[in-house]
């Protein structure tokens, strides 16, 4: 009630990012990309560099899509950072 709000951060790695990223490659390199995706399984952890930096991060990729077009495959993921 007095117009004051207490914040404070959630535990030691509370500035660790999400990418909503967008893959699009030709049909037949679909199933390598799929393969890596499903062999991590949302739990191992592979590095990756975000766009408009040169330093690889490491995330992990618990959700993701693709829609299949005549010749090209679209991978929507969501890569969330991890510390290790």
Same mark, same amino acid.
């Given at each position: 009630?007095?117009?004051?709000?207490?914040?404070?951060?959630?535990?030691? !790695? !509370?500035?660790?990012?999400?990418?909503?990223?967008?893959?699009?490659?030709?049909?037949?390199?679909?199933?390598?990309?799929?393969?890596?995706?499903?062999?991590?399984?949302?739990?191992?952890?592979?590095?990756?560099?975000?766009?408009?930096?040169?330093?690889?991060?490491?995330?992990?990729?618990?959700?993701?899509?693709?829609?299949?077009?005549?010749?090209?495959?679209?991978?929507?993921?969501?890569?969330?950072?991890?510390?290790?």
């Amino acid at each position: 009630g007095d117009g004051y709000e207490q914040r404070r951060a959630a535990g030691l !790695n !509370n500035q660790l990012s999400t990418y909503s990223v967008t893959i699009r490659v030709r049909k037949c390199e679909h199933p390598s990309l799929k393969a890596f995706l499903e062999r991590h399984g949302g739990v191992r952890a592979f590095q990756w560099t975000p766009p408009y930096d040169w330093k690889p991060i490491r995330v992990v990729c618990r959700k993701w899509s693709a829609s299949v077009g005549a010749l090209w495959v679209t991978i929507t993921a969501d890569f969330e950072q991890v510390v290790a």
